[in-house]
């Protein structure tokens, strides 16, 4: 038997934790992902690195822009 605890919710996006099989369950919309907790850490740091690549590439593309700004007004 599931003993459930809630670790984070918001709207559309829940995670909860199985004490008694040790896993996380992620509930994203009406999809559900269950994994261990040696998945749950690999599947947050690749997030998180892609995150940053992602942030890192907005803000090259956003300088490019700029820089292509000032190219045509110079």
């Known amino acids: 038997m599931c003993k459930k605890i809630l670790l984070s919710g918001q709207a559309g996006f829940r995670v909860h934790y199985c004490e008694s099989h040790g896993t996380v369950e992620l509930e994203i919309g009406a999809m559900s992902l ?41």
């Open 34 to 74: 269950r994994l261990d907790e040696d998945a749950l850490e690999m599947m947050s740091d690749s997030l998180a690195e892609s995150v940053s690549k992602l942030q890192a590439l907005q803000a090259t593309k956003g300088s490019f822009e700029a820089f292509m700004r000032q190219l045509k007004n110079a």
